[in-house]
Nanobody, 122 residues
Framework: QVTLVESGGGLVQAGDSLRLSCAASGYAFNDYNVGWFRQAPGKEREFVST????????YYADSVKGRFTISRDKAKNTVYLQMDSLKPEDTAVYYC???????????????WGQGTQVTVSS
Protein backbone atom coordinates (compact mmCIF):
# COMPACT_ATOMS: atom_id res chain seq x y z
CA GLN A 1 0.00 0.00 0.00
CA VAL A 2 1.24 3.48 -0.93
CA THR A 3 -0.12 6.76 0.44
CA LEU A 4 0.62 9.98 -1.43
CA VAL A 5 0.34 13.53 -0.09
CA GLU A 6 0.78 16.56 -2.35
CA SER A 7 1.82 19.98 -1.11
CA GLY A 8 3.18 23.26 -2.42
CA GLY A 9 0.20 24.65 -4.24
CA GLY A 10 -0.93 28.23 -3.91
CA LEU A 11 -1.95 31.47 -5.57
CA VAL A 12 0.70 33.09 -7.77
CA GLN A 13 0.90 35.56 -10.63
CA ALA A 14 1.64 34.73 -14.24
CA GLY A 15 5.34 34.22 -14.75
CA ASP A 16 5.96 33.05 -11.17
CA SER A 17 7.20 29.65 -10.05
CA LEU A 18 5.98 26.97 -7.67
CA ARG A 19 7.39 23.63 -6.59
CA LEU A 20 4.94 20.88 -5.82
CA SER A 21 5.91 17.93 -3.66
CA CYS A 22 4.47 14.43 -3.58
CA ALA A 23 5.50 12.70 -0.38
CA ALA A 24 4.91 8.99 -0.13
CA SER A 25 4.68 6.38 2.54
CA GLY A 26 4.84 2.69 1.74
CA TYR A 27 7.77 0.43 1.06
CA ALA A 28 7.02 0.00 -2.65
CA PHE A 29 6.98 3.67 -3.65
CA ASN A 30 10.54 3.73 -4.93
CA ASP A 31 9.70 0.86 -7.26
CA TYR A 32 6.91 2.80 -8.94
CA ASN A 33 6.76 5.31 -11.75
CA VAL A 34 5.13 8.54 -10.64
CA GLY A 35 2.97 10.88 -12.64
CA TRP A 36 1.54 14.34 -12.16
CA PHE A 37 -1.93 15.12 -13.48
CA ARG A 38 -4.13 18.19 -13.24
CA GLN A 39 -7.81 18.95 -13.42
CA ALA A 40 -9.30 22.36 -14.06
CA PRO A 41 -12.95 23.15 -13.25
CA GLY A 42 -15.26 21.64 -15.83
CA LYS A 43 -12.44 19.79 -17.57
CA GLU A 44 -11.19 16.25 -17.57
CA ARG A 45 -8.09 15.24 -15.68
CA GLU A 46 -5.05 15.61 -17.92
CA PHE A 47 -1.54 14.26 -17.89
CA VAL A 48 1.27 16.67 -17.00
CA SER A 49 4.47 14.70 -16.48
CA THR A 50 5.88 11.37 -15.37
CA UNK A 51 9.15 10.04 -14.00
CA UNK A 52 10.41 6.49 -13.93
CA UNK A 53 11.09 4.54 -10.76
CA UNK A 54 14.84 5.11 -11.25
CA UNK A 55 14.47 8.80 -12.00
CA UNK A 56 16.31 8.33 -15.29
CA UNK A 57 13.33 8.74 -17.61
CA UNK A 58 10.97 11.69 -17.72
CA TYR A 59 8.17 12.71 -20.04
CA TYR A 60 6.10 15.88 -20.34
CA ALA A 61 2.90 17.03 -21.91
CA ASP A 62 3.54 19.48 -24.74
CA SER A 63 1.69 22.18 -22.82
CA VAL A 64 4.31 22.20 -20.02
CA LYS A 65 7.46 21.08 -21.83
CA GLY A 66 10.30 23.52 -21.19
CA ARG A 67 8.51 25.12 -18.22
CA PHE A 68 8.00 22.22 -15.79
CA THR A 69 10.62 19.83 -14.41
CA ILE A 70 9.88 16.58 -12.62
CA SER A 71 12.40 14.96 -10.27
CA ARG A 72 12.51 12.51 -7.41
CA ASP A 73 14.50 12.05 -4.22
CA LYS A 74 14.42 8.36 -3.41
CA ALA A 75 15.98 8.89 0.02
CA LYS A 76 13.06 11.16 0.94
CA ASN A 77 10.38 9.13 -0.89
CA THR A 78 9.37 12.35 -2.61
CA VAL A 79 8.69 13.44 -6.18
CA TYR A 80 8.78 17.10 -7.13
CA LEU A 81 7.25 19.16 -9.90
CA GLN A 82 9.07 22.44 -10.44
CA MET A 83 6.77 24.78 -12.33
CA ASP A 84 8.28 27.89 -13.90
CA SER A 85 6.82 30.59 -16.12
CA LEU A 86 3.35 29.77 -14.89
CA LYS A 87 0.37 30.78 -16.99
CA PRO A 88 -3.29 31.31 -16.04
CA GLU A 89 -4.15 28.18 -18.03
CA ASP A 90 -2.03 26.16 -15.58
CA THR A 91 -4.68 26.80 -12.94
CA ALA A 92 -5.96 23.43 -11.71
CA VAL A 93 -5.88 20.92 -8.92
CA TYR A 94 -2.66 18.97 -9.29
CA TYR A 95 -2.49 15.29 -8.36
CA CYS A 96 0.39 12.87 -8.11
CA UNK A 97 -0.08 9.20 -8.81
CA UNK A 98 2.06 6.07 -8.58
CA UNK A 99 1.97 2.87 -10.56
CA UNK A 100 4.07 0.14 -12.18
CA UNK A 101 3.55 1.16 -15.78
CA UNK A 102 5.24 3.78 -17.94
CA UNK A 103 2.14 5.61 -19.07
CA UNK A 104 0.30 8.90 -19.49
CA UNK A 105 -3.09 7.27 -18.86
CA UNK A 106 -4.59 8.12 -15.48
CA UNK A 107 -6.50 4.85 -15.14
CA UNK A 108 -3.25 2.90 -15.25
CA UNK A 109 -1.98 4.44 -12.01
CA UNK A 110 -2.80 2.55 -8.82
CA UNK A 111 -2.37 5.16 -6.09
CA TRP A 112 -3.43 8.81 -5.96
CA GLY A 113 -2.98 11.76 -3.65
CA GLN A 114 -5.72 14.15 -2.60
CA GLY A 115 -4.51 17.00 -4.80
CA THR A 116 -3.20 20.51 -4.27
CA GLN A 117 -4.69 23.66 -5.77
CA VAL A 118 -2.60 25.86 -8.06
CA THR A 119 -4.09 29.18 -9.10
CA VAL A 120 -2.29 31.50 -11.50
CA SER A 121 -3.64 35.03 -11.87
CA SER A 122 -3.05 37.14 -14.94
Amino acid sequence: QVTLVESGGGLVQAGDSLRLSCAASGYAFNDYNVGWFRQAPGKEREFVSTISWSGERTYYADSVKGRFTISRDKAKNTVYLQMDSLKPEDTAVYYCAAGPGWTTRAYQYDYWGQGTQVTVSS
